[in-house]
């Protein structure tokens, strides 16, 4: 089975400061997706980004920018400009493309906690 | 709000109460899944359901009772809950279980069991 890990529980940043989250993952797959989302107070899971394994091109999104790193497993995402929005708990998220009992199911990681000071 | 409302948003319920959870979205989406969330830890996957059926049955207790009469709908049935099943309910759709893209999900039911 696949699994996500999130090493940071909490971060923080200053704001217009850029904060890097860090994702690891395990998995025996070739083809997959990895995402990031965010959920504010809000409590609602939004998509940030998105990274298809097969593409060695990291995924940008305005501000949102990824470190995607296949042999090593790892997806960090990066926030640059960090505004008092981006305050946050952030997941990094697993998406196997290959047949089989995980196809299609996303796997979350713990989660970061994002504090965005003025 | 992102296409798939949630209600209630907040529920309070006894150990010997039945209610129920509802998920509605109408993006078009064919799967449809519950997870709860619960503090420290991940978001566990409980049911999914694509074009109606149910796909996935994560081992969840059967006091946990899902239901999907369309592919719009998705309700939780809830009876003779434990005080560890407090958390977060989330419903989340996706075109279908094997889209490449990620899942859009609803703003989550907060479910506490006195």
């Known amino acids: 089975a696949q699994t996500v890990t999130q090493s940071q529980p909490e971060m923080s940043v200053q704001e217009a400061e850029t904060v890097t989250l860090s994702c690891t993952y395990d998995t025996s797959e070739s083809d997959y997706y990895l995402f990031w989302y965010k959920q504010p107070p809000s409590r609602q899971m939004i998509l940030v980004i998105r990274?298809?394994?097969?593409?060695?091109q990291n995924a940008t999104e305005n501000r949102f920018s990824v470190n995607f790193q296949k042999a090593a497993k790892s997806f960090s995402l990066k926030i640059s400009d960090s505004q008092l929005g981006d305050a946050a708990m952030y997941f990094c998220?697993?998406?196997?493309?290959?047949?089989?009992?995980?196809?299609?199911?996303?796997?979350f990681g713990q989660g970061t906690i994002l504090t965005v000071h003025p | 709000e992102t296409g798939v409302t949630q209600t209630p948003r907040h529920l309070v319920m006894g150990m010997t109460n039945k209610k129920s959870l509802k998920c509605e979205q109408h993006l078009g989406h064919n799967a449809m899944y519950w997870y709860k969330q619960s503090a420290k830890k991940p978001l566990e996957l409980m049911f999914v359901?694509?074009?109606?059926?149910?796909?996935e049955n994560n081992s969840v207790p059967s006091r946990f009772s899902p239901e999907c009469p369309n592919s719009s709908h998705l309700f939780l049935h809830l009876h003779t809950l434990q005080p560890e099943d407090s958390a977060l309910y989330l419903c989340?759709?996706?075109?279908?279980?094997?889209?490449?893209?990620?899942?859009?999900f609803g703003s989550g039911t907060r479910l506490t069991v006195v």
């Open positions: 359901y694509n074009f109606k059926e149910q796909t």
């Open positions: 998220a697993y998406r196997s493309a290959s047949g089989g009992t995980s196809y299609g199911k996303l796997t």
């Open positions: 989340a759709s996706s075109h279908s279980q094997g889209a490449s893209y990620g899942y859009t």
């Open positions: 990274q298809e394994a097969y593409k060695q």
